[in-house]
């Protein structure tokens, strides 16, 4: 049974920082495409970060390029999002989800397996 669980979440001032993390079991994050999404309340969900975890190639949406980075641990089957200079509109519930690929995939569609995801509240 697939399990990804997203860790991390919390409530920051604008300018601060979070880590999420997604451990997966049951599926082996090498070699595929995980992404990270975020919906909040009245929005639909959209892709914030994605990596192919085989060369390690990634793609960061416009809004948080320079601020958000996404990293692989193979060893603990875990992915990362470490978030910087977190902003209000960065509010919402984030999820990791997975798909097998062979280049990173940023389209929401087609990843397979999704979490439950972890809230971020920033305040001004």
């Known amino acids: 049974q697939v399990q990804l669980v997203e860790s991390g979440g919390g409530s920051v001032q604008a300018g601060g920082s979070l880590r999420l993390s997604c451990a997966a079991s049951g599926y082996t994050l090498s070699r595929n495409c995980i992404g990270w999404f975020r919906q909040a309340p009245g929005k639909e969900r959209e892709g914030v970060a994605a990596i192919y975890t085989g060369v390690g190639s990634t793609y960061y949406a416009d809004s948080v390029k320079g601020r958000f980075t996404i990293s692989q641990d193979n060893a603990k089957n875990t992915v990362y999002l470490q978030m910087n200079s977190l902003k209000p509109e960065d509010t919402a519930m984030y999820y990791c989800?997975?798909?097998?690929?062979?280049?990173?995939?940023?389209?929401?569609?087609?990843?397979?397996?999704w979490g439950q995801g972890t809230q971020v509240t920033v305040s001004s």
């Open positions: 989800a997975v798909r097998p690929c062979v280049r990173v995939v940023p389209e929401i569609s087609g990843y397979k397996y």
